[in-house]
RNA sequence: GGCGCAUUGGUGUAAUUGGUUAACACGCCGCCCUCUCAAGGCGGAAAGUACGGGUUCGAUCCCCGUAUGCGCUACCA
């Protein structure tokens, strides 16, 4: 099947996934899935310098915890390995090699002092700093004995001059760049490790990828990889450059303005069926009049094209999220859900070993949060001892209120179960029998219950405490 | 500075490849429900499509310019 769809997400291991990268993966896994193709990952570690330890293990972590499971790289195997670059060492030399023989590239000499030294003098003249591609003239006698007596070196690309590279975004359209503009970018650096640009041609050819979906702030350097691509005789990927997700002053999505991790969102509690869905809709939709914006992954795999995606920023609205993950908390299933919520509960002190009670307790407290992590507050009514002020103790220790719990509590007594339904209708009966009614019947009886003045109706609380706690709670007050 | 990309209410987006009262959602405001707080239901304010020119009978949509924003301009990705 040679026209199978093969997209990458290709990240450098930077020790956390960047929300930018976790929608730049999410893209490739939904368009790979929707034309039943490959998604591949692959790891781009080879800046040693900036090596990070077991991040390619939290990377693949979080790419399965959000079930953006990927076909081939770091252990799901695959014919096109090894996917870590810095494993493909000899495969870059043999092609620059290659490049250096047909002339499209050549070694330079210059250290890293030199450089500045040379990008500081075009400064102060006012000119563009790039390199001036002074090497490009040294004779072979020259490099040859520069190679022969141990000189460090890179390889650098050998830039056509005064020509017109133009490309064809999926998403921007036709895009033209002069070569003049364009630096003689080093390809090979002098610990023998690639640069990304070559690393990236060469691994996106062997591996076999259709498609390249990455950030825009890969959109400029697409001419150099063309003109790589050109010297190799390869066919050039189909290419979508995404727009960067903002920060809500437009600059671009930083720490700087609050987390950006995936990890710190889960961890804050937005389930990660939520955050997909809505990292989808940052700066793509399916269009055709769909108003719906709550959709599953399935969904998302069926209505996804990669042309519908905006070429504008999208500032990333925490707002809309907070308000989809309620969405999403409201809807999921009890039992899972429970599940979920459990560390939060007891990370803020709730006893959940009765379990029974605790699954009554989320479905009573979905309502109220927007975030798992806001479960816990919300909750506590239901495990506190009461304590009320003054003013709760009058109401409660009232007359009428007497009357109210003597009442309610022989009525429960002839309950064999509290339900949320059959609570209320009680109340009602305690209302006539008494001439009890309003907030000097309900609140007496929160009060009693939670010794909060606000919570979710009483059916629900009374329904969460079930029959014998209830009676407990009034035999107190009594 | 140079080059590239972008620009529809506060935010995310829509608008049968030029003809709409410019639609939906979040947020905001109000009302209803109600013992309370949420949720939910109903309604409202909010853009004349960055600005200026074209092309056209007619531009959110096509072209040009300007402004603004962002990106790139490393032996980082």
Redesign the pocket.
Known sequence: MSNEVRVRF???P?GYLHLGSLRTALFNYLFARHHGGKFILRI????Q??KVEGAVENLVNILNEMGLNYDEGPGAGGKFGPYF?SERLEIYKKYCDELLAGGHAYY?????E??DEM?KVQQMQ?R????DRRARNLSENEVKEKLTSGN???IRLKVPLDEEIRFT?I????????TN?I?D??LL???G?????L??VIDDHLMGITHIIR???????VPKHILLYRAFGWEVPQMA?V??I?N?????L?KRQGDVSTEDFLKKGYLKEALLNFMA?????????????IFTKDELIKLFSIE?V????????I??????N??YI?NYDIDELTGLILPYLNAGGIDTSDIAKTKRVVYAVR????RLDEAAEHAKIYYSKLSLNEEQKDIITSETSKKVFALLYSKIGQLTEITAENFKPLLNEVQKETGV???N???P??LALTG????????L?AYVFGKQEVLKKLEEVL
């Open positions: 290709a990240p450098s930077t781009e570690d080879t800046d310098s900036r670059q330079a000499f210059e250290t890293a030199e450089l990008r006012g563009q700093t790039m390199y460090p070196y890179v975004d998403i921007r359209g036709n895009v033209k760049i002069e503009l630096d970018q080093v650096k002098s610990d490790y690639p640069t990304y640009h690393a990236n950030g825009e702030e890969w959109l400029t350097s450059h727009p960067l903002l809500p002053d437009k600059t671009k930083s809709l940052l700066g793509w939709n399916p269009g055709d009049g769909e108003e719906r914006e519908r905006n070429s504008a920023g999208a500032v990333f609205n707002e809309k999220l907070n308000w989809m309620g969405e409201k309502n109220y949060i927007s009614k309003g907030k019947l309900f609140m009886v929160r909060e003045e606000h919570g979710p109706e009483l059916g609380i």
